[in-house]
């Protein structure tokens, strides 16, 4: 297998590929200094735009990171999902630069995907007793609140740059749409209605749109090297369309991937 990241321009309507390698690398995070962070082999890389490289950070002990992690807004922080030190994936933060992680969830599992605008909170999913349900905690740690867990499965939570709604997916009687609900836990809604399978919606740093990848109906969970398509629509609702089509799913877009400026989004393809 070979990994691509990529990044879209949205002005140009065109991909480029930033960097092509022989392994497995996946959930692309941008920071506002002008690099990518991936994770591979359970490890978190940096990779700069100007001189794309695999360029490992030091997470201390947590060495078996999966791809749900990402920057917090002020872009001095690192969070990740790990196992090292568990049964199961714990969120942790770090310092950008790397370092030693602390812990953040006490139930487990927890895997993270959101982290509000003021840099309070995160959003993040785990299986408590049932399914698995939207929860937030503060940054720091702390008693965690359960958002919804009125759904057979919830993932990808994440919050729009004014911290007004959380956007994640939900299933519901095996169809799996884009909703939206406020941080606490009202005015729940439903923001796709159609065949696909839809996965992973994330807000644009300018409140403009939402992008987020569709699998052909039918597809059971989120599986990799998929026919997939990575599709936008307004961020207030209504017409999506497709951007472009390739083989990925799990590992494309799991995290928040959006330039600081809204206008770009960096994502992977695999080969």
């Given at each position: 297998?070979?990994?691509?990241?990529?990044v879209f321009d949205l002005d140009?309507?065109?991909?480029?590929?930033?960097?092509?390698?022989?392994?497995?690398?996946?959930?692309?995070?941008?920071?506002?200094?002008?690099?990518?962070?991936?994770?591979?082999?359970?490890?978190?890389?940096?990779?700069?735009?100007?001189?794309?490289?695999?360029?490992?950070?030091?997470?201390?002990?947590?060495?078996?990171?999966?791809?749900?992690?990402?920057?917090?807004?002020?872009?001095?922080?690192?969070?990740?999902?790990?196992?090292?030190?568990?049964?199961?994936?714990?969120?942790?933060?770090?310092a950008v630069s790397g370092g030693?992680?602390?812990?953040?969830?006490?139930?487990?599992?927890?895997?993270?995907?959101?982290?509000?605008?003021?840099?309070?909170?995160?959003?993040?999913?785990?299986?408590?007793?049932?399914?698995?349900?939207?929860?937030?905690?503060?940054?720091?740690?702390?008693?965690?609140?359960?958002?919804?867990?009125?759904?057979?499965?919830?993932?990808?939570?994440?919050?729009?740059?004014?911290?007004?709604?959380?956007?994640?997916?939900?299933?519901?009687?095996?169809?799996?749409?884009?909703?939206?609900?406020?941080?606490?836990?009202?005015?729940?809604?439903?923001?796709?209605?159609?065949?696909?399978?839809?996965?992973?919606?994330?807000?644009?740093?300018?409140?403009?749109?939402?992008?987020?990848?569709?699998?052909?109906?039918?597809?059971?969970?989120?599986?990799?090297?998929?026919?997939?398509?990575?599709?936008?629509?307004?961020?207030?609702?209504?017409?999506?369309?497709?951007?472009?089509?390739?083989?990925?799913?799990?590992?494309?877009?799991?995290?928040?991937?959006?330039?600081?400026?809204?206008?770009?989004?960096?994502?992977?393809?695999?080969?």
């Amino acid at each position: 297998m070979r990994s691509v990241l990529c990044v879209f321009d949205l002005d140009t309507s065109a991909a480029s590929v930033i960097l092509d390698v022989a392994a497995h690398i996946e959930a692309p995070n941008w920071h506002p200094d002008g690099y990518l962070i991936v994770n591979g082999g359970g490890a978190l890389f940096r990779v700069p735009l100007d001189r794309p490289e695999l360029q490992r950070i030091d997470t201390g002990f947590a060495d078996a990171c999966n791809n749900d992690h990402g920057i917090s807004p002020d872009g001095t922080q690192l969070v990740i999902s790990d196992s090292s030190r568990t049964d199961d994936s714990c969120i942790y933060t770090l310092a950008v630069s790397g370092g030693t992680p602390s812990r953040v969830t006490d139930v487990l599992p927890s895997y993270w995907h959101g982290w509000s605008p003021d840099g309070q909170t995160l959003a993040y999913v785990g299986r408590r007793g049932g399914p698995f349900a939207l929860l937030t905690c503060p940054a720091a740690g702390g008693t965690e609140t359960c958002v919804t867990d009125a759904f057979d499965h919830v993932d990808g939570p994440d919050y729009t740059p004014d911290g007004a709604w959380i956007w994640f997916n939900g299933e519901c009687d095996g169809a799996v749409d884009l909703w939206r609900i406020r941080p606490d836990g009202t005015d729940l809604e439903q923001m796709t209605d159609d065949d696909l399978v839809n996965w992973f919606p994330h807000p644009s740093p300018d409140g403009a749109h939402v992008l987020y990848l569709a699998y052909p109906a039918g597809t059971k969970g989120h599986p990799a090297d998929c026919p997939v398509s990575l599709r936008l629509m307004p961020a207030t609702g209504g017409s999506t369309r497709e951007l472009l089509q390739l083989k990925g799913g799990q590992g494309t877009i799991n995290v928040p991937c959006w330039s600081p400026c809204g206008r770009h989004f960096a994502f992977m393809r695999f080969d």
